[in-house]
């Protein structure tokens, strides 16, 4: 089972989304990438959220993840956009 993103709860929504995007991009686990762009996906529904996404250019990770052979990575990134 993957384990809980490393983030320190107090710093803010733009420094947890930074978070959350740096463990994607640094993690070997696919188990972890998965939970984090599921995790990322979901921060997606909110438009508040927008402004820091796109900041943090998840939106370019989202469609670089359409890309991979891991098919619960491209599902979630395809479910980002609905």
Request: no cysteine; proline share 5%.
């Amino acid at each position: 089972m993957a384990q809980k993103p490393k983030v320190d709860p107090h710093v803010g929504r733009l420094g947890y989304l930074q978070a959350l995007v740096t463990e994607f991009q640094e993690t070997e686990s696919q188990d972890a990438k998965e939970q984090v762009l599921a995790n990322l996906a979901n921060f997606a529904y909110d438009p508040s959220n927008y402004p820091y996404l796109r900041q943090l250019q998840v939106l370019d990770l989202f469609l670089d993840s359409l890309s991979e052979e891991n098919e619960t990575l491209v599902e979630f990134a395809i479910a980002s956009a609905l």
